[in-house]
T-cell receptor, first 116, second 114 residues
Framework: GENVEQHPSTLSVQEGDSAVIKCTYS??????FPWYKQELGKGPQLIID?????GEKKDQRIAVTLNKTAKHFSLHITETQPEDSAVYFC???????????????FGQGTILTVHP | DAGITQSPRHKVTETGTPVTLRCHQT?????MYWYRQDPGHGLRLIHY???????DKGEVSDGYSVSRSKTEDFLLTLESATSSQTSVYFC?????????????FGNGTRLTVT
């Protein structure tokens, strides 16, 4: 099955700096890569996702890049703010449809702390 | 929270007792999932459902069973709880095509087995 490795496990930055979280996946058939943010006491919330036919996607201060050849993808947060402090998870999946039900395999998570 | 309600939100139980966690959705989504979250492991899939009465195992299904008698409800049962099942359990839902209807999570149930 799919295996997703996420690094680093903790990341501490100063407000205004950039933060980068990296993930690698094992199954070359995976074609959907979402990122989730989890705040204390809540469930993970989708913040951005990318499909395998796209190399980069950006949404305001957040961007995700995908390198299919190397089987890795990254989350970039620019101009970090204290409210960006949370746990971030990457995930990988084959698309739902036919006999595939779109099961997500998650990375281990990154605790991001943004210091004012 | 995408119309997902998990109950109870917290539960403490003793080893060997049965426990049922409930997930209720109001989105009429086809797919429902149960994940557990543990430090250092991220979220791991326990069981999932692709329709009423249609379920299948995930990567950590031992000791768990599920049932889905209605589109809106997905139950997770620990037949005989063990301390290794102390965890935070998350229900999630998605539509037919994940990139058109991404996975959305409930707020979790914190289960402690003493």
């Amino acid at each position: 099955g799919e295996n997703v490795e996420q690094h680093p496990s903790t990341l501490s930055v100063q407000e205004g700096d950039s933060a980068v979280i990296k993930c690698t996946y094992s199954d070359s058939a995976s074609n959907y890569f979402p990122w989730y943010k989890q705040e204390l006491g809540k469930g993970p919330q989708l913040i951005i996702d990318i499909r395998s036919n796209v190399g980069e996607k950006k949404d305001q201060r957040i961007a995700v890049t995908l390198n299919k050849t190397a089987k890795h993808f990254s989350l970039h947060i620019t101009e970090t703010q204290p409210e960006d402090s949370a746990v971030y998870f990457c995930a990988a999946s084959m698309r739902a449809g036919g006999t595939s039900y779109g099961k997500l395999t998650f990375g281990q998570g990154t605790i991001l702390t943004v210091h004012p | 929270d995408a119309g997902i309600t998990q109950s109870p939100r917290h539960k403490v139980t003793e080893t060997g007792t049965p426990v049922t966690l409930r997930c209720h959705q109001t989105e009429n989504h086809r797919y429902m999932y149960w994940y557990r979250q543990d430090p250092g492991h991220g979220l791991r899939l326990i069981h999932y459902s692709y329709g009423v009465k249609d379920t299948d195992k995930g990567e950590v299904s031992d000791g768990y069973s599920v049932s889905r008698s209605k589109t809106e409800d997905f139950l997770l049962t620990l037949e005989s709880a063990t301390s290794s099942q102390t965890s935070v359990y998350f229900c999630a839902i998605s539509g037919d095509l994940m990139w058109n209807s991404p996975l959305h999570f409930g707020n979790g149930t914190r289960l402690t087995v003493t």
